[in-house]
């Protein structure tokens, strides 16, 4: 599902925090309630997260567990990650994809560098079909 991000995703960056590694393989649930969808909706918490996984900016506590494992997330395409962390990176990755290419320019340089993760996120896109209501 998600390469990239989960963060890249990031930013889920919350969701996407994926922390420790469990004795099942997982990364840790502890950040898994964080609200996705508060985040993309305020510029300053959004960029606190993208600074954060930039290395530009301080972390929190679930901030530090996303960019610890963001490599191995992108690398494995978030197979450690629990349903809620791919659900929320995919929601965060596409957001910035969409709205923010500034953010995503940069966390794809230095998360993604050969795209490979915006290539199958524009894949995707062009395969949704899109119903128009009749009218």
């Not at 919350?14 to 990364?27: L, R």
């Not at 965060?92 to 993604?112: A, C, F, G, H, M």
Request: with cysteine.
């Amino acid at each position: 599902m998600i390469s990239v991000v989960p963060l890249m995703i990031f930013l889920s960056l919350s969701k996407f925090s994926a922390g420790e590694v469990t004795e099942k393989s997982k990364y840790t649930t502890k950040y898994d309630n964080i609200d996705i969808n508060e985040i993309i909706h305020n510029e300053r918490l959004l960029k606190r997260y993208v600074y954060c996984l930039l290395e530009t900016g301080s972390c929190t506590p679930d901030g530090l567990e996303l960019k610890k494992n963001m490599p191995d997330a992108i690398a494995t395409n978030c197979s450690k990650c629990s349903e809620k962390q791919k659900e929320g990176s995919e929601t965060i990755i596409r957001y910035l994809i969409d709205n923010k290419p500034e953010y995503w320019s940069q966390l794809q340089d230095k998360y993604d560098p050969s795209g490979s993760y915006k290539k199958r996120y524009l894949e995707s896109k062009k395969a949704e079909v899109i119903v128009e209501p009749i009218g």
